[in-house]
């Protein structure tokens, strides 16, 4: 049966694609081997440096960010090999499992996934690693499954503590965009990104940031690649092309959000996800529901995971949500499944879109009778309204007529 109205896409990612980057991708495919397309190339590998804040390459895959997660690896790691992966959620155990599957001895420092790395954890473990068998320390920037991001210039500075040499590789696939990233600032080893988060983009592009240090290390190290090999791509890339088949449609698109981003800025970019960070805790804590993230410097402005009361199932209240609504929430995944469902709220995400997204939960937590606290959408707009950029209106009350 048809139902009327538009989809709410409420996921955290992908997220929802712009009228613009839609309209930019709709075009003849272009002879990516053709004079034209450098012009292209060069446009979103110069753009994406500035979305990293990074001076060195950006490399693009046509794949998930999975396919990032190996190319990052392969490049500077080789079978048997130990990298630390600090679990703070799922996404973070997935990448350890691929580490794995490569031959390299991933050791994890594990959380309660409540909240990022913990700097101090990373100083104490490196500060034992005398040795300096540890080749690579791997984090993820905002944890997708929890709503928790990492302090990484707070890592960087505990690595430094400890005197340790290992990479600083950084998975900032829902982060980048979203909420500050500085490459070169936090001195990251090798970022990861993919399109369909923060840059609006439908999947299929991924995305490796490069340090110098990253780059020298690869030319003598790594498990063997081919497709995902830095070398591999940086040769045609300094023409502007690919040593294979790009996705040439969704780097139109690329190149319409990086435009996107800058026309808005990045620091009014990442103030607006703050904003809406904060609106839907306020709404969570005013239902009198517990949000997964605990520590307060940690909470994520790219989603918010909420976990529901005992005895009540997370997946049972999103069915109902979808039913009723037609608005798509985020699962819990991993140890929290069936305990969390997850708020998205990032990407060309505005005021109102938060509100309707935010009255669906309400409203469903009414109909799937879930013990709350009514007034969560009430709060949650009257922090919008107070912390709206421009001052408020005064408006005249209209003349009688007689």
């Known amino acids: 049966m048809r139902k009327a109205g538009r ?12 009228d613009r980057v839609l309209r930019a991708m709709d075009m003849p495919t272009m002879d990516h081997r053709g004079p034209d397309f450098a012009g292209l190339g060069r446009r979103v590998l110069e753009g994406m440096q500035s979305i990293f804040r990074c001076s060195g390459p950006v490399i693009i895959y046509p794949s998930s960010g999975t396919g990032a997660w190996e190319a990052a690896l392969v490049n500077l790691v080789a079978p048997g090999e130990r990298v630390v992966m600090v679990e703070t959620g799922h996404f ?3 990448w350890k ?18 909240r990022g790395v913990d700097p101090n954890a990373v100083e104490d473990l490196l500060r034992r690693d005398t040795s300096h068998d540890i080749k690579a320390l791997c984090i993820v920037h905002n944890e997708t499954s929890t709503g928790a991001t990492t302090r990484v210039g707070e890592v960087r500075a505990a690595m430094d503590a400890a005197s340790h040499p290992a990479l600083l590789m950084v998975d900032t696939i829902s982060g980048l965009a979203c909420a500050p990233f500085e ?26 940031a490069v340090s110098d240090r990253a780059l020298e290390i690869s030319k003598d190290s790594g498990s063997p690649r081919s497709y995902w090999s830095w070398a591999e791509m940086l040769g045609p890339n300094d023409r502007g092309y690919f040593p294979y088949t790009p996705a040439t449609n969704l780097l ?14 990045l620091e009014a970019v990442f103030a607006r996800h703050r904003r809406h960070g904060e609106a839907t805790r306020l709404a969570a804590s005013t239902w009198g529901l517990e949000v997964q993230c605990q520590e307060p410097l940690d909470v994520s402005p790219v989603l918010t995971g909420v976990r529901l009361p005992d005895g009540y199932d997370a997946d049972a209240f999103r069915a109902e949500v979808l039913r009723r609504f037609d608005m798509s929430l985020g699962n819990g995944l991993g140890r929290i499944a069936g305990r969390v469902f997850r708020i998205g709220h990032l990407g060309d995400f505005n005021d109102l ?3 309707a997204t935010l009255a669906g939960v309400e409203m469903g937590l009414r109909l799937a009778g879930i013990p709350h606290q009514r007034g969560g959408v009430d709060a949650a707009m009257g922090l919008l309204c107070r912390e709206a950029s421009d001052p408020p209106a005064t408006i005249a009350p209209a003349r009688a007529r007689g």
């Open 97 to 114: 499992h691929l580490a794995g599957r490569l031959g390299i001895h991933a050791q994890t420092l594990e959380t309660d996934w409540r």
């Open 92 to 94: 973070a155990s997935l």
């Open 7 to 18: 989809h709410f896409l409420q996921i955290p990612g992908p997220s929802h694609v712009p």
């Open 252 to 265: 139109y698109g690329l190149a319409e959000a990086i435009d996107m981003l800058h026309e808005e800025g």
């Open 183 to 208: 490459f070169d600032t936090w001195r990251v080893d090798v970022a990861i990104a993919g399109s369909h988060k923060g840059l609006m983009l439908p999947p299929g592009l991924s995305f490796n």
């Open 353 to 355: 879109m938060l509100m």
